[in-house]
C-alpha cells in the first residue's frame, strides 16, 4: 500500500523525521511530498526543501520525494494510485485542523487519512518555532 505524507515542510524538522521513519515501516512505499499552501509563506525554496527531505530519508529504501504545487491534495492521490495521506499530529489542535481535511479528502475521492501521534519528545517543535529561532539568537538545530 501507498502513503502520502504531505506539507509544507518549511523547514523539515526532526518530528516530520520521525513521521516518515514511522511510516515507512507501516506502508509499502511513502510518497513524501511538498505542497503549496495559501495560507502560508514559503521560506526556503521547494527545491532546497525537496533536498532536505531527500537527505533525511537517505536510509529508508521505500520512501521517495516529491512536489505538487497546484491543485489539490486529491488531485495527485489520484494521479499517483495513492489512497492513504498519513498526517502527524502533535495534539487536539491539530487534530482540530486536519479532520475537516481528512473528511473532504474521503469524501472527494475516497483517500484515507492516517494520523500518527508525534513523539511526545518532539511535539513541541513546529516548522514556524524552528524558523523564527535563529532570528531570535536561537541555534535552529531542531530543523536539520
Known sequence: MRALFPGSFDPVTQGHQDV?????????????????????????????????????????????????TGGLLVDYCRRAAIDVVVRGVRGVRDLDYEMPMARMNHELAGVETFFIAADPALAHISSTLVSELPAAGGGGGQGS
Open 20 to 68: 516518515v521513519r514511522r511510516a515507512a515501516r507501516l506502508f509499502d512505499e511513502v510518497v513524501v511530498c511538498v505542497m503549496f499552501n495559501a495560507n502560508k509563506t514559503g521560506r526556503l525554496p521547494v527545491a532546497e526543501r525537496l533536498d532536505r527531505l531527500r537527505a533525511a530519508a537517505t536510509d529508508l529504501s521505500n520512501v521517495t520525494v516529491d512536489s505538487h
